[in-house]
């Protein structure tokens, strides 16, 4: 099993920044981390579930929304097990929890590089952003 845990969300006025943390645990991503693609997804009130960012496994690609490239950064720090978002010049349609997702099989990456979460194997709880205008 891997457990997902994201910190890090909160309130801030536009062209503020933030940035997500997500700990990862858990037998099986501690055994083959290196295996495991990881990914930010995000979700507004009404809204379908959206991918945001990935960074793949092994040399760690990264992927972006084109709605975010320029302003976030997906990083991951594989001694510490934790994944991470930077957010920066941000904007009120960024407003959404924000969900860490993570999965090691073929497909479920290439779904994740795809910013396409429904096969994705894991998932955090999410934390809430808020950008006011």
């Known amino acids: 099993q891997v457990q997902l845990v994201e910190s890090g969300g909160g309130s801030v006025e536009a062209g503020g920044s933030l940035q997500l943390s997500c700990a990862a645990s858990?037998?099986?991503?501690?055994?083959?981390?290196?295996?495991?693609?990881m990914a930010w997804f995000r979700q507004a009130p009404g809204k379908e579930r959206e991918g945001v960012a990935t960074i793949s496994a092994g040399i760690g690609k990264t992927y972006y929304a084109d709605s975010v490239k320029g302003r976030f950064t997906i990083s991951r720090d594989r001694t510490k097990k934790m994944l991470y978002l930077q957010m920066s010049s941000l904007k009120p349609e960024d407003t959404a929890m924000y969900y860490c997702?993570?999965?090691?099989?073929?497909?479920?990456?290439?779904?994740?590089?795809?910013?396409?979460?429904?096969?994705?194997?894991?998932w955090g709880q999410g934390t809430q952003v808020s950008v006011s205008s």
């Open positions: 858990g037998y099986d991503f501690v055994a083959y981390q290196s295996s495991y693609c």
């Open positions: 997702a993570a999965d090691r099989s073929a497909f479920g990456c290439q779904q994740a590089t795809a910013l396409n979460g429904n096969s994705v194997a894991y």
